[in-house]
Nanobody, 121 residues
Framework: QVQLVESGGGLVQAGDSLRLSCAAS????????MGWFRQAPGEEREFVAAIAWSNTLYADSVRGRFAISRDNAKNMVYLQMSSLKPEDTAVYYCGAKRYSGGGLAGGYNYWGQGTQVTVSS
């Protein structure tokens, strides 16, 4: 069982930066792929970024603006968001799944409670 807790959301202006953090429980954190997803009002949850081993994957809409990283010693994963746009406004969720290779954009079965990011124009 993995428990995830996100933090770092808030209200920022367009062009600002923000860093989200996700704290994970468990002793085998390095064996998990970690992903960030977001859900805007009235929209489905969408993939944002993921990291596993030394591999990263980004959605086209955030590539070059967002950076995902992890600290396996601290059981933490981060999402550094730069050049934020109003369309980045959403609840951001941290997800985890046991990883043995393969795709990173789906198949997550552990979720945090989410953290709100609001970008004003």
């Amino acid at each position: 069982q993995v428990q995830l807790v996100e933090s770092g959301g808030g209200l920022v202006q367009a062009g600002d930066s923000l860093r989200l953090s996700c704290a994970a429980s468990g002793r085998t954190f390095s064996n998990y792929a970690m992903g960030w997803f977001r859900q805007a009002p009235g929209e489905e949850r969408e993939f944002v970024a993921a990291i596993a081993w030394s591999n990263t994957l980004y959605a086209d809409s955030v590539r070059g603006r967002f950076a995902i990283s992890r600290d396996n010693a601290k059981n933490m994963v981060y999402l550094q968001m730069s050049s934020l746009k109003p369309e980045d406004t959403a609840v951001y969720y941290c997800g985890a799944k046991r990883y043995s290779g393969g795709g990173l954009a789906g198949g997550y079965n552990y979720w945090g409670q989410g953290t709100q990011v609001t970008v004003s124009s």
